[in-house]
């Protein structure tokens, strides 16, 4: 095995032959388990599968997922760099099985691969079983393990549970032995922390549940839960003992040390290994929509960063080094993971503007660090007081404090540091209380106090798990909510809170004793407060909930506030330079705009700002967010907000290519600070129609408009009001055909506008699914699913979708009231390898069809529903795979 991509696809492969479904990562931001904060393990994703709250398709599984140890219970931080096994990012590759096979198969799996399709010498493995598993202790002395080297443990190093109640089980866990040349005993010896014999597996057999009095009883569906680390596996069979010297990790030590010009070995291997380590984990985290932050998942990856830069600066880096690595790392694992490829420079420019301002104030704080640690000798304090000033002025982490001081033996005062905290929040706790708030609000402040701030997953996913923090009712908080009105605090949540012009979502909170409808969301104390009503049993705290926003009105509002955002602009361009934000509604059903502006808009000057913004939606361009401080961002052009107070950071949102040279890279058309959430691309917004300007107040006027559906709507009961008003004086008026021409003129042009707005609507996106392009056997194909265009307009669109991709297959699948149209057009290079008839024809019987007919280069059909139109796409590229 030559490299990491070697050894994990033979990993998967090898149980793909076993009849396992391969499996993508899951996030790193775990949707299904809030008392994470990471993914740190590759049963995460399935852990509703083994209680048997969830059910799949399949009862075998396998796959190869990133985790994140840097935090809670499963934190490897401070080992990074100085030992030779522990990383913060990993691969865990892991088998898994939901009640099929259990140890009798998946011994000798684990056996298999590594001896045969890994090639390990058999001699130099051992394994360990539970002290009383003599199952586990007989299969592996069957295999040819011999007894001397089956170790029987006895403490929970070998025994799994997934809490103090629950499923749970023995393990049995692979070790290699590296040589008696490295110190290191067996384990279960007084040596086993040594680095002799190293762990490279663990199965879990989950075979029993644990109840609150102790006692176990069989599990009835018993499963297989298992673990490898990739990166251990691969420093084994590339010859080493260190996950450092893997040919991923060379790669990035290698590039750490061109852009530092310090030689990777020696004494200044261990700063090499933290900048490789925490490049890959602070890269994987940015490109999943973690940001540097103070709080929660954010704080966690700002430490993992700091921590790298320090080392870059101890290395003697004078500029920022981490956004350096980028592209190497892109090099090594964008073919495994494309969302590093998808957002390599949101990952740079996050990693760049974060180094740029802790060097403003790294060198303040070591020297304060070096002056209070001046008379301290090894094994004395740093004392908490000096600590917390640290971190409560120049930002440094308690843990990066004491990584300062390791070399020198310096500890650090934590309890010191803890009671400087307490203090500092009992000031600022006083202080807000008396800022003139209501006597009630103050139980915001101490739910924050106790808990800490809500973890706000929001502009990545619109479902969750949480945990109930607190419950309040009557401005007092409660143990349980039965039927009424209570306001949830969560720990974290996918529900946006009003803020910024922006609506708070509404949705459901369900858990295993009630639901509830969130009616509002809002914000307190950096709590994001859910104001709703039980409508079943009883919500309690504690308790784990599930947590689904309602996506059909999380839709419209995005779009109604990314088309803010354009009309800003649009505004701007149209009227002048003086046009500025005064407020702004965001709501599902319409958008509303103030802006300063002394007199009303003529009809051409709103004509133009529509069309302006219709421009934009029509680009169908990715709406791009990133992560600066508010000088930065206005420096680039970005406008601010009315009113809005900003931080150290700041959210800034981009959209649109502007003709003329507009914003810092000379393209963007729209650079906004916005807390909000967004479309991921200008041409989910659809349509924009305004309904007219008026005065607000003096020298602000007010702009009204619609999106999407609703300004389609619009546009179709205008186009009525005419006709009809048409009709009314053909029939009143015959003397005044001339009037009557004028009108119906107007209505055809309005109709062909609709018409016109509806195709454009679908070449946008906005009228199915964004269509996906894909390469299959060296020939691009595109498949999309369409609402709200006829079988007639289908021929027209593949042509445009032709002229798109150039050279390639199209495949459009339009849902006509209940039955299907499709259309296949493959262009004119191509049509001498593959016809748009056959493509046709494996399409429609997936659809309820017959076929259907054309030329080779487009083709037409039908079928009696879209429900299987997903296996339709399939089927037409399995005409491409199999050429």
Known sequence: ???????????????????????????????????????????????????????????????????????GKHNDLDNVGYTARHLTFFEMLGNFSFGDYFKEDAIPFAWELLTKDFGIDKSRLLTTVYHNDDEAFDLWKKIGVPEDRIIRIATDDNFWQMGPTGPCGPCTEIFFDHGDHIWGGPPGSPEEDGDRFIEIWNVVFMQNEQFADGTMTPLDMQ????????????????????????????????????ATGVDPDGDQAVHHRVIADHLRSTSFLIAEG??????????????????????????????????????????????????LVERKATIAETLLGEEERFRQTLDRGLKLLSDEASGLSEGQSLSGDAAFKLYDTYGFPLDLTQDALRDRGILVDTDGFDAAMAQQKAKARAAWVGTGETADAAVWFDIADTH????????????????????????????????????????????????????GDTGLIRTDTGQASVTDTRKEAGLFIHIAEVSEGEIKT????????????????????SATHLLHEALREALGDHVAQRGSLNAPDRLRFDFSHGKGLSLAELRKVEADVNAMIRQNTPVETRIMTPD????????????????????VVSMGRADTGKGADGQTYSIELCGGTHVRQTGDIGAFVTLGDSASSSGVRRIEALTGQ?????????????AQVALALKAQAADVPDRVKALLDERKALANEVAQLRRELAMGGGAGESAAQVEINGICFMGQVMTGVSGKDLPALVDQFKDKVGSGVVVLIADTGGRAAVAAGVTGDLTDRISAVDILRAVTPELGGKGGGGRPDMAQGGGASVENADAALAAAKQVLETL
Not at 243 to 258: C, F, H, K, Q, W
Request: overall charge neutral.
């Open 710 to 722: 609703a300004a389609m709507d619009y546009l179709q009961a205008q186009d009525h009001r005419l």
């Open 452 to 503: 800490g701030t809500t973890d706000f997953l929001g502009y990545e996913t619109e479902t969750a798990e949480g945990q109930v923090l607190a419950l309040v009712a009557d401005g007092a908080q409660v143990a349980k909510a039965a039927k009424g009105k209570v306001q949830i605090v969560l720990n974290q949540t996918p529900f946006y809170a009003e803020s910024g012009g922006q609506v």
């Open 632 to 651: 930065d961002a206005r420096a680039m052009g970005a406008q601010a907000l009315f009113g809005e107070k900003y931080g150290d950071e700041v959210r």
């Open 1 to 71: 095995m030559t490299s990491l991509a070697d050894i994990r696809s033979t990993f998967l492969d090898y149980y793909k032959r076993q009849g396992h479904q391969v499996v993508a990562s899951s996030p790193l931001v775990p949707r299904n388990d809030p008392t994470l904060m990471f993914t740190n393990s590759g049963m995460v994703q399935f852990k509703n599968l083994f209680t048997g709250l969830e059910h799949r398709d399949y009862k075998r599984a396998v796959t190869s997922q990133k985790c994140v140890r840097a935090g």
């Open 223 to 258: 499963s297989i839960d298992t673990g490898m680390g990739l990166e251990r596996i691969a420093s084994l069979l590339q010859g080493s003992n260190s996950v450092y010297e893997t040919d991923l990790m060379r790669a990035l030590i290698g590039a750490s040390a061109n």
């Open 542 to 561: 504690g308790q784990g909930a599930e947590l689904i926003v309602d996506h059909a009105r999380r839709t419209d509002i995005r779009a109604n506030h």
């Open 290 to 339: 973690v940001m540097p932050s103070n709080e929660g998942r954010g704080y966690v990856l700002r430490r993992i960063m700091r921590r790298a830069m320090r080392h870059a600066h101890l290395l003697g880096a004078k500029d920022p080094v981490m956004h350096r690595l980028v592209p190497e790392l892109v090099q090594q694992m964008g073919a495994a993971y494309p969302e």
